[in-house]
């Protein structure tokens, strides 16, 4: 079969460089998945994935393992601190001069990830925003410790309508980003989106993966018991120090803060973290579902038949 499939793809991809980008729900099975691509196009993978970012945080953010690592070549795990101001625009900027150096030696290379704004950023290219005062950011973050993300909804949804009723309200990120623009340009946040943006120098192929919301919501609930078991909790000890840093914000960390904290308890604590990764799971589905050319795949799919389909896109292109 993989023959067939060299020979019928060979002469389309030898002009044309294609980006395999995996998407879907926590705890799918996407970095299984990832591997087994790789391994098939013996190609390397980058991640997409924006806490996988940060060496301090492996547990707790399901990294790759060791022998996953050795597996397939890896870019982009565990390559900042999370003492690191590590954005968007920055990953944008990386992972476009790491794939000018892979398809160099490869004409496939696969990304996998979970953060929809990170995955879009590197296959569409991140709208243009102007500069914006540092200081506007840093009162919007003040007012979400000392009041809350209540207090900034009600402001995005007086300066901002539109905003307010279509990105991820219960984000703290999105609202701040929203706001932050709002204010600093006097113009609407989505008037600054879906501009005319560069055209990448490869092209995209999308693939998720998904279940019934019973299976992804199981999946989720045993890999926070898997990942307390592995020593969640230790890992999450060892930063509490560091609990106001941006990367910390993050599910499986900021529930178990509030542990240590005395707030609130610790099997209290891990419920939370499965109610707010199947949260995150959620809004993961809805900003993914919003692009059409994402082929679907249920997770159980054989990698035979997901082969076969990558093969039909490239050839009808």
């Keep these: 079969m993989m023959l067939n499939f060299v020979l019928n793809v060979e002469?389309?991809?030898?002009?044309?460089?294609?980006?395999?980008?995996?998407?879907?729900?926590?705890?799918?099975?996407?970095?299984?998945l990832s591997i087994q691509l790789a391994q098939y196009f013996n190609t390397e993978i980058i991640s997409a994935d924006s806490r996988q970012f940060f060496?301090?945080?492996?547990?707790?953010?399901?990294?790759?393992?060791?022998?996953?690592?050795?597996?397939?070549?890896?870019?982009?795990?565990?390559?900042?601190?999370?003492?690191?101001?590590?954005?968007?625009g920055a990953f944008e900027r990386d992972a476009i001069e790491q794939l000018e150096k892979l398809f160099k030696k490869h004409d496939v290379v696969v990304m996998v990830g979970g953060s929809g704004l990170y995955v879009d950023a590197v296959?569409?290219?991140?709208?243009?925003?102007?500069d914006l005062d540092p200081k506007i950011r840093e009162t919007l973050n003040n007012t979400l410790e000392t009041e809350g993300l209540l207090a900034l909804q009600t402001q995005l949804k007086q300066l901002d309508p539109q905003s307010f009723q279509s990105i991820a309200i219960d984000n703290p990120h999105r609202v701040i980003r929203a706001l932050e623009v709002s204010i600093g340009t006097g113009k609407p946040y989505a008037?600054?989106?879906?501009?005319?943006?560069n055209k990448r120098p490869f092209k995209t192929i999308s693939i998720g993966l998904t279940a019934d919301r019973e299976i992804v919501y199981d999946r989720i609930n045993r890999r926070v018991d898997i990942m307390m078991e592995n020593g969640l909790l230790e890992e999450a000890k060892k930063l509490l120090p560091k609990q106001h840093l941006n990367a910390l914000n993050t599910v499986g960390y900021k529930e178990l803060f509030k542990y240590f904290n005395g707030n609130w308890t610790l099997d209290f604590a891990v419920s939370e973290i499965k109610k707010n990764s199947r949260r995150f799971a959620k809004r993961q589905f809805t900003w993914?579902?919003?692009n059409e050319n994402i082929l679907w795949f249920d997770y159980t799919t054989p990698l035979e038949t997901i082969v076969n389909d990558i093969s039909k896109l490239i050839e009808k292109q």
Excluded: C, R, W
Aim: glycine fraction near 6%.
């Design 11 to 32: 002469a389309n991809y030898i002009m044309t460089k294609y980006l395999i980008s995996i998407v879907g729900p926590t705890a799918i099975g996407k970095t299984a």
């Design 55 to 88: 060496k301090e945080m492996q547990i707790g953010t399901a990294a790759p393992t060791p022998e996953e690592l050795a597996a397939a070549p890896h870019h982009f795990i565990h390559h900042k601190s999370i003492e690191t101001d590590y954005n968007v």
């Design 123 to 130: 296959t569409k290219g991140l709208d243009d925003f102007p």
């Design 191 to 197: 008037s600054f989106l879906n501009q005319k943006k």
């Design 288 to 290: 993914f579902k919003k």
